[in-house]
C-alpha cells in the first residue's frame, strides 16, 4: 500500500507542479498517461497474482489498454489527426479502477472490494467500447472526405 500511495503522490505532485509551473511538454504529454497505466497494470497484475482481484478484471482492464493503444496506432498510421479528450466513463473508469486497487490493499476480501471489482468492470467494457466507436468514427469520417 505505502508504494503504491507513494508513486500516485509523486504523479499527482509532478502533474500539480508541470500544471503551475506550466512545464508542459510533447514528451511528457505521452509520458504521463504512458507511467499512470504502466502503475495500474502493473497494481492490477500483482494483486491477481496474490488472489486479490479476479484474473478476468485483470484481463479485461489490460484488454481495454491495449485495444486503446493499437487503436491510437492505426489512426496514427493512417495518418489521422487526433485530440485525446477522456470522456466522462474514462474519467469513472480511471477512478474506480484505483478504487478497486486500494480497496484491494486494504479490504482484500471484503463487500466494499466486490463492490469496486464490479463498477471498475463495468465503466472498463463502457469506456472501451465508447473508445472504439469513436476511433471508427474518425475513420469512417476521414474515408468519406468530412
Excluded at 509551473?21 to 491477481?48: E, H, N
Excluded at 485525446?84 to 479502477?97: C, E, Y
Aim: cysteine-free; aromatic content about 6%; glycine content about 6%.
Amino acid at each position: 500500500m505505502g508504494v503504491f500511495a507513494a508513486a500516485a503522490m509523486t504523479d499527482a505532485i509532478d502533474g500539480a507542479l508541470a500544471r503551475v509551473l506550466r512545464q508542459r511538454t510533447q514528451l511528457g504529454a505521452y509520458l504521463d498517461p504512458a507511467a499512470d497505466k504502466l502503475l495500474m497494470t502493473a497494481s492490477f497484475i500483482a494483486l491477481a497474482s496474490l488472489q486479490f482481484l479476479p484474473i478476468w478484471l485483470t484481463g479485461l482492464v489490460i484488454l481495454r489498454d491495449v485495444i486503446i493503444v493499437l487503436g491510437l496506432i492505426i489512426l496514427r498510421i493512417t495518418s489521422r489527426s487526433l485530440e485525446i479528450r477522456p470522456s466522462i466513463a474514462s474519467k469513472l473508469t480511471t477512478v474506480f479502477q484505483l478504487g478497486t486497487i486500494v480497496a484491494a490493499l486494504l479490504f482484500p476480501s471484503g463487500l466494499l472490494t466486490d463492490l469496486f471489482i464490479a463498477l471498475a468492470a463495468i465503466t472498463t467494457v463502457i469506456s472501451g467500447l465508447q473508445y472504439v466507436a469513436k476511433g471508427l468514427k474518425i475513420l469512417k469520417e476521414r474515408e468519406a472526405g468530412l
